[in-house]
């Protein structure tokens, strides 16, 4: 009953031979949307994809951007508003691309330990394409941000507990918590029903990923509550394990509705914002977007990119102080 999440997840031939859909190709990809080789030793044989806006000064900031299982670098820009925001608001975008010889669905290997372990596979190649982009770009070391959707957001996790010295931010969409698994069994039981741990047990896993004392990166949370693949569930998880990690408790300290939807927000002893959660109410798996010409649409809808009236890419943009006008979040 969970081959659909197999196809969509696991790398295993036998069960999704001729069945995988096929990424889009790069010549797809957005005016603008340029390959990069040798930024490093690369041991998780990614493929590295920038975009930059035109003219944009030294110092801005950079976000990393993580595409989902079938999808690529070119389906990860555009459509779910990044490049929108990154014109808007004036920063770099970093797009890593899977391959099909790490993972037969394209899908960032979240649950595989050499892949998820600091100074190590996938993990590994991900910083050093932010060390490239900060040497490249002069971009701000203080303003790197990493997220991802589905796959990717479950990787963008795995980039803040084992980098959190890079990282001033994240956001994961319709993804998971870090370490939810080490095998693809683990795996498919943490997409659904999703695992259920203390608090401490999941900080527990991110204290473990490195040395780093703290400060924590702040993280911003999206998902659907109809999703299909990827239990909702995980959205607690998530919010479990990164308040555990900033000292504070699992009571929001704000609770509205953004466009419509519930929002909460999670603060620390200083009472800086650190966590937030956005549950789009009915929206199956997918990153939310709003379409049109306003200041906070964005979007074009594609598999997995779903029009909700929402653009999640802005307000977390906004969430990450890109982008101070926009109001009524925090």
Not at 169 to 174: L, M, Q
Not at 255 to 273: E, K
Request: net charge negative.
């Amino acid at each position: 009953m969970r081959l659909h999440m197999i196809r969509r997840w696991a790398a295993i031939a036998a069960v999704v031979a001729g069945l995988v859909a096929v990424p889009a190709p790069v010549a797809q990809a957005a005016a603008g949307l340029e390959e990069v080789t040798g930024f490093g030793t690369n041991p998780g044989n990614l493929r590295k994809f920038r975009y930059v806006p035109s003219g944009l000064a030294a110092g801005r900031p950079l976000v990393v951007a993580l595409h989902g299982c079938t999808q690529s670098a070119a389906a990860y820009d555009a459509e779910p508003g990044w490049i929108d925001v990154a014109e808007r608001m004036g920063f770099a975008l970093l797009l890593p691309q899977q391959q099909s010889a790490n993972n037969l669905n394209s899908c960032f290997n979240w649950f595989q330990p050499t892949d998820t372990a600091r100074g190590s596979g996938e993990a590994l190649s991900i910083k050093q394409m932010v060390d490239r982009m900060r040497s490249d770009y002069a971009s701000d070391a203080a303003r790197i941000f990493v997220t991802g959707l589905s796959a990717g957001g479950a990787m963008s996790a795995v980039m803040l507990a084992t980098y959190p010295e890079v990282f001033a931010a994240g956001a994961v969409v319709a993804g998971l918590p870090y370490r939810c698994a080490d095998t693809l069994i683990q795996a498919l039981s943490c997409m659904s029903p999703g695992t259920n741990l203390t608090p401490r047990q999941w900080g527990d896993k991110v204290r473990a990923a490195s040395s780093h004392p703290g400060p924590w990166p702040t993280i911003s949370l999206w998902h659907g509550t109809a999703d299909s693949t990827v239990a909702y569930s995980n959205l607690t998880e998530l919010m479990e394990q990164w308040t555990d990690v900033h000292g504070t408790d699992q009571t929001a300290e704000v609770s509205d509705t953004v466009n419509g939807y519930p929002h909460q927000g999670y603060r620390d002893s200083a009472g800086r914002l650190v966590v937030a959660t956005y549950s789009i109410t009915g929206m199956n798996h997918g990153q939310p977007i709003d379409p049109g010409t306003g200041p906070q649409n964005c979007g074009t809808p594609a598999p997995y990119i779903l029009d909700v009236n929402i653009c999640a890419a802005d307000h977390i943009a906004h969430f990450w102080g890109l982008d101070n006008a926009i109001t009524g979040e925090d």
